[in-house]
């Protein structure tokens, strides 16, 4: 399984992109090939962990954002999240194994990975996180913002997407968002679909994964 893992991260390195997109685990981007090393490793460090755990629940959501994936190279996490954990939470910190890819002091917060993981620990979920499009979508010229991924960069994820739901033996696939969840139409998985939480849907995110906890899980 180790080996297959592995594979599948280099299968993203290597997978070429379309414009105004970037592959954080990439070889070609010399300016951040330490950074993008170190996004490699926490993402294989994060994927051989739940290979531990043992997930019967993935969360798929729409793409990295630039202040989230984007930067750990670990679906809905933040810098702050990756390094520091969370109270409760027995999966990141650098005790674990993850580095900071940015080499910057500060350490970015994100909403989004926040709310997340909040709500599974407070539902007792434990979930493999994942995006519809593995890479971050941005505005053309500006590398510091997000935008909705297109159709044709949908049909990009979905072999990585659908890998990720047999290597782990996904029972259950919960959709972040509208873009998550035509995917997983598309691809005929079923699924449940929450409110993505941010601009306003914490709380229908909360209610939605309390929800599949209390008839689901």
Same mark, same amino acid.
Not at 42 to 48: A, C, E, I
């Given at each position: 399984?180790?080996?297959?893992?592995?594979?599948?991260?280099?299968?993203?390195?290597?997978?070429?992109?379309? =414009?105004?997109?970037?592959? $954080?685990?990439?070889?070609?981007?010399?300016?951040?090939?330490?950074?993008?090393?170190?996004?490699?490793?926490?993402?294989? %460090?994060?994927?051989?962990?739940?290979?531990?755990?043992?997930? $019967?629940?993935?969360?798929?959501?729409?793409? =990295?954002?630039?202040?989230?994936?984007?930067?750990?190279?670990?679906?809905?996490?933040?810098? /702050?999240?990756?390094?520091?954990?969370?109270?409760?939470?027995?999966?990141?910190?650098?005790?674990?194994?993850?580095? $900071?890819?940015?080499?910057?002091?500060?350490?970015?917060?994100?909403?989004?990975?926040?709310?997340?993981?909040?709500?599974?620990?407070?539902?007792?979920?434990?979930?493999?996180?994942?995006?519809?499009?593995?890479? /971050? =979508?941005?505005?053309?010229?500006?590398?510091?913002?997000? +935008?909705?991924?297109?159709?044709?960069?949908?049909?990009?994820?979905?072999?990585?997407?659908?890998?990720?739901?047999?290597?782990? /033996?996904?029972?259950?696939? %919960?959709?972040?968002?509208?873009?998550?969840?035509?995917?997983?139409?598309?691809?005929?998985?079923?699924?449940?679909? %929450? +409110?993505? =939480?941010?601009?306003?849907?914490?709380?229908?995110? %909360?209610?939605?994964?309390?929800?599949?906890?209390?008839?689901?899980?």
């Amino acid at each position: 399984m180790t080996n297959r893992l592995e594979n599948f991260v280099e299968k993203l390195a290597i997978t070429e992109v379309t =414009p105004n997109v970037y592959n $954080q685990y990439n070889y070609k981007d010399r300016a951040e090939s330490k950074e993008n090393a170190i996004r490699r490793n926490n993402l294989l %460090v994060y994927l051989k962990m739940m290979q531990k755990l043992k997930p $019967q629940v993935m969360l798929v959501g729409e793409a =990295p954002g630039y202040r989230g994936c984007r930067l750990t190279g670990v679906p809905f996490t933040s810098e /702050h999240l990756l390094m520091n954990n969370m109270k409760g939470l027995c999966l990141f910190g650098k005790e674990a194994g993850f580095m $900071q890819a940015s080499g910057k002091e500060k350490l970015l917060k994100e909403a989004t990975a926040t709310i997340i993981w909040e709500t599974l620990l407070k539902y007792d979920v434990l979930a493999l996180a994942w995006n519809a499009f593995p890479f /971050h =979508p941005h505005k053309d010229g500006k590398a510091e913002t997000n +935008r909705t991924p297109t159709k044709a960069e949908l049909i990009i994820g979905e072999k990585a997407l659908m890998e990720m739901i047999d290597m782990f /033996h996904i029972n259950q696939v %919960v959709a972040v968002g509208n873009k998550a969840e035509q995917s997983l139409r598309k691809l005929n998985i079923s699924a449940c679909k %929450v +409110r993505h =939480p941010a601009q306003g849907g914490k709380e229908q995110f %909360v209610e939605g994964i309390r929800q599949i906890k209390e008839i689901l899980l």
